[in-house]
């Protein structure tokens, strides 16, 4: 089988779900991506052979008629030829929705990786499409499985599958980082913060409530909107912020630490939120603690502690720093990590569609 996979993005190399995509075979990139990045850079993979769609009309003018009509008039001789040749083609994002004109006899797999329309209305139109085209139907978490598509779109999809994220071993892998002297117990959290998926409120319980421990922070602040937080935050002594470490970079920082945080909200967002970063930190042999966002992370105890509520939270990180001691456990650790590969994510991908 020959499998187009679509990715929105420029930088495919740091594209969430890069690993899983570059394990699969047979397969071609697709950088699906705005007319005003054409001069940009465009970052593929030494792994996949990939082309670029610039998309010429932008996302706000796409829902008059005429607007569609033009760009798809003129550009649907060259790309119906083009995707032709591929068996299957695999979106990852609601506004690859409009590709759909093009496709010829392929059939489609599409990615439901998160909750596009909590994060925007405007996401609405072209996930629908997608849904209701779609041959098959892979979801992150198991929230997303059997409640948003029903619950946003009226949609039961005969043929949704939960295909949660995973980890790059050849990236998170301690024995190529090598073993770390931990200075003290080091507590990190690594990822993205925003207003709308970070508990502000926890990260202020647990950073006083634990004053004999040192916290590192490494990824993404929403600073602007939150700047009297940060700072207030930063200004406590047992805080550190590392900025936004480059992905390659960053499982030699992690693996430093003693226990990684998953620091998401509990609430609707969340719960269809199954992240990366709780394979990354067990691939290094840490113990990670959440709170109880949804029930995707039960199959993960004892390396995974998630907790009902701040007290259990805080609770549950001492409990880790002493579990990450015993060589065992943070074996115990890494075995799990193992489970949830991207290489056997794409074999399970195979699988799925070999019999659809």
Known sequence: MKILAV??????RDFTRRTTIEALKNLD????????????????????????????IPDNLKKYNICSLFEHKFRAWFWKKKISKYDWVFFTDPNQAWLLPYLKGAKIVYLLRDPNVLQSKKHQIGERELLNCADLVLATSISLTYNYAQKYYGI?????????????????NIDKIGTTIKQ?????????????????????????KCPDIEFEIAGNLDYNQSK?????LFALGNVRYLGNIPYEKLPEIVARWAVG????KIDEYSSYMHHNKVYQYLALGIPVVSLKIHKDYEGLYPYVLLGEDYDQFSDNIYDAIEKCKNESFTKGCISMAKLNSSDLRATDFISKITIV
Not at 7 to 12: E, K, Q, W
Not at 188 to 205: C, H, M, P, Q, V
């Open 184 to 208: 003290g117990p080091i507590v990190g959290i690594a990822g993205n913060f925003s207003l709308k998926r970070t508990d502000y409120l926890l990260l202020e319980w647990i950073t006083s």
């Open 261 to 264: 945080l998953v620091t998401d």
């Open 156 to 172: 039961v999809h005969k043929n949704i599958h939960y295909w949660p994220n995973c980890v790059d071993l050849n990236i998170w």
């Open 7 to 12: 990715c929105s993005t420029i930088n495919f």
């Open 29 to 56: 990139l697709l950088l699906y991506t705005s007319l005003k990045n054409i001069f940009k850079e465009k970052i593929g993979s030494r792994h996949i052979s990939y082309s670029t769609y610039h998309f010429w």
């Open 228 to 232: 009297p937080f940060w700072d207030k």
